[in-house]
């Protein structure tokens, strides 16, 4: 956390908003082509890790199940990230889509990372009416920085450098962090935390 929990307790106290972080168009449409498809029209094991997992996709069972037992298309896939803050009314208006849509949630077993497809496919057609910010998402993650990272994963882990790339975004989380290559990077934050922070002033993430 990058702010403190009074601040945290003040900025929901006065806002009847959720917060998520949906794709933009042009993304949607790239992830359309190829990606999302292969996410849910696939067969993935729920434990990736185990031995028949590995066998699953060395001796390419999941393609040969995956045209014999093909699965039904989802209309409107979207994505997006799979942390956010909901409201209460965003909140009961999910869990209902779910219970009178059980097809819905069933179909998402056995996807991948179907976290990140299942709640955003039923907000995005839902945004204005129950008053969710799409593109804010109070979160700074990340998949970009000012300077140079040799790693292939992302998210990037964050460190001191990072620090003032950070600290005034409309965030009140960063991810990620670890240790002990963050460690003078949460120092730096502690050392703020609860420091006079205005996040509907500060700067977008995006």
């Not at 998949?143 to 975004?169: A, F, G, H, M, Q």
């Not at 730096?188 to 002033?201: E, K, S």
Request: charged letters at 25%; hydrophobic letters at 35%; one cysteine or more.
């Amino acid at each position: 956390p990058m702010r403190s929990n009074e601040q945290f307790d003040a900025f929901f106290e006065h806002t009847n908003k959720s917060y998520v972080c949906l794709e933009g168009q042009k993304f949607h449409d790239e992830q359309m082509l190829h990606a999302y498809p292969l996410r849910v029209s696939y067969w993935y094991p729920s434990n990736p890790n185990n031995i028949m997992a590995h066998l699953y996709y060395k001796l390419h069972i999941r393609e040969v199940f995956s045209r014999i037992c093909k699965r039904q298309n989802i209309d409107d896939l979207w994505g997006g990230w799979s942390w956010f803050s909901w409201n209460k009314e965003l909140v009961v208006f999910i869990l209902n889509y779910i219970d009178n849509h059980p097809r819905f949630l069933k179909r998402f077993m056995y996807t991948s990372a179907g976290d990140e497809l299942i709640f955003n496919t039923v907000i995005h057609s839902h945004i204005s009416d129950l008053n969710v910010e799409p593109y804010m998402p109070l979160r700074f993650v990340a998949w970009n920085l000012k300077r140079k990272v040799n790693s292939p994963y992302r998210p990037y882990t964050l460190n001191e450098e990072d620090y003032d790339e950070i600290i005034n975004k409309q965030a009140f989380f960063c991810r990620k962090v670890n240790l002990p290559e963050s460690e003078k990077l949460l120092d730096l934050i502690d050392n703020q935390r609860g420091q006079y922070f205005d996040i509907q002033t500060a700067e977008h993430l995006f």
